[in-house]
């Protein structure tokens, strides 16, 4: 559990902090943007797949896949739902053959963040997460 826990951490720096500006999705209409990696000390002469990140029309991730061991093995697979908002309704986390591990659902209330729900990977729903706000007068 430790090291799902973990790997969602970084899976969810990765969604904010490396994925591609979502007016540039726009912008240029891109659809899915391939990270390579080519390991040049090691002597590796061709590129591989690191990353991949699948975006909708409206610019929003949707997709990651993260690869190791050269590209061969999916390390990393979260799939993102939207609301007409805009706001992040589901995040799924799959393992490497697209099956289910873990499972969360955000509901929201004048566009803030009012829970987070947690399913297995059965979809049991097994942890709520309640968020309360105090706005300034």
């Known amino acids: 559990m430790k090291?799902?826990?973990?790997?969602?951490?970084?899976?969810?720096?990765?969604l904010y902090a490396f994925s591609q500006d979502k007016k540039e999705v726009i912008k240029?209409?891109?659809?899915?943007?391939?990270?390579y990696e080519q390991n040049?000390?090691?002597?590796?002469?061709t590129p591989f797949l690191e990353k991949e990140e699948f975006y909708n029309f409206l610019g929003e991730l949707i997709e990651v896949k993260e690869y190791k061991n050269e590209g061969e093995k999916i390390d990393v697979w979260m799939k993102y739902k939207y609301d007409s908002?805009?706001?992040?309704?589901?995040?799924t986390i799959l393992d490497e053959k697209g099956n289910q591990e873990e499972r969360y659902e955000y509901t929201y209330?004048?566009?803030?963040?009012?829970?987070?729900?947690?399913?297995?990977?059965?979809?049991?729903?097994?942890?709520?997460?309640?968020?309360k706000y105090e706005l300034r007068d």
């Open 40 to 45: 040049i000390e090691d002597g590796d002469k």
């Open 3 to 14: 090291h799902l826990l973990i790997l969602i951490f970084f899976a969810s720096v990765g």
């Open 28 to 35: 240029y209409g891109i659809e899915v943007k391939r990270n």
């Open 109 to 131: 209330e004048n566009g803030l963040k009012t829970s987070k729900l947690y399913y297995d990977s059965k979809n049991r729903l097994y942890k709520k997460k309640f968020y």
């Open 85 to 91: 908002l805009g706001n992040l309704v589901e995040e």
